[in-house]
């Protein structure tokens, strides 16, 4: 089966744009987390979403937000970019809200570069 | 507060060698132990994982100790091959929460 479908896979934007991105998690799975990697700092996760509704934050400003679709699609929105949201931005899916023993499955992530 | 860390950022091991990745934790609630694999331009993908209540798993090639006591955890890699060359990542979580990751260690395998 497919796995987690990140789009695009690259991007490019100018400070104090806004920028929208996209997951698509394996068929079935109901749970979308989201992390950012930098350089030196690992994953940091962002949030979770299960069944349409935020489960789990992490520690980051509110220009950062996310919603999930009836399908379970997720997006994420970051507003007003500043130099620091430059990153590769990934996305996890599983069946249930939070992690298991498996662990999640991840995209192949979204490169956000910000100029 | 980091709950979960690394402290090797980078290590270098011989073809055939073992490699042993190291991991310390804070938070005594975390119940499950996670290692995952990451190549550049790519997720990063499950390796292996402990339960708590075990000090010993291991698959293939892999093999990952969890001493409770001194909230740590490793794992060994034998023999190490060229392929294994990547970013490795400790992570741990608890009841339902979120996957807390670590910085990473970058495994390199010289032939």
């Known amino acids: 089966k497919a796995g987690v479908t990140q789009t695009p896979r690259y991007l490019i934007k100018t400070r104090g744009q806004q920028v929208t991105l996209s997951c698509s998690p394996i068929?079935?799975?109901?749970?979308v987390s989201w992390y950012q990697q930098t350089p030196g700092q690992g994953l940091q996760f962002l949030f979770e979403?299960?069944?349409?509704?935020?489960?789990n934050k992490g520690n980051f400003p509110g220009r950062f937000s996310g919603r999930q679709f009836s399908n379970s699609r997720s997006e994420m929105n970051v507003s007003t970019l500043e130099l620091g949201d430059s990153a590769l931005y990934l996305c996890?899916?599983?069946?249930?809200?939070?992690?298991?023993?498996?662990?999640?499955?991840f995209g192949s992530g979204t490169r956000l570069t910000v100029v | 507060d980091q709950q979960v860390k690394q402290n090797s950022p980078s290590l270098s091991v011989q073809e055939g060698r073992i490699s042993i990745l190291n991991c310390d934790y804070t938070?005594?609630?975390?119940?499950?132990f996670l290692w995952y694999k990451k190549y550049p331009a790519e997720g990063p993908t499950f390796l292996i994982s402990i339960s708590s209540i075990k000090d010993k798993n291991e698959d293939g090639r892999f093999t990952v100790f969890l001493n409770k006591s001194a909230k740590h955890l490793s794992l060994h890699i034998v023999p190490s091959q060229p392929g294994d060359s990547a970013v490795y990542f400790c992570?741990?979580?608890?009841?339902?929460?979120?996957?807390?990751f670590g910085k990473g260690t970058r495994l390199s395998v010289i032939a």
């Open positions: 938070n005594s609630m975390f119940d499950y």
């Open positions: 992570a741990a979580f608890s009841g339902n929460t979120p996957l807390v």
């Open positions: 979403y299960f069944s349409e509704t935020q489960r």
């Open positions: 996890a899916s599983t069946e249930i809200q939070g992690a298991t023993m498996e662990g999640y499955t």
């Open positions: 068929s079935g799975h109901r749970s």
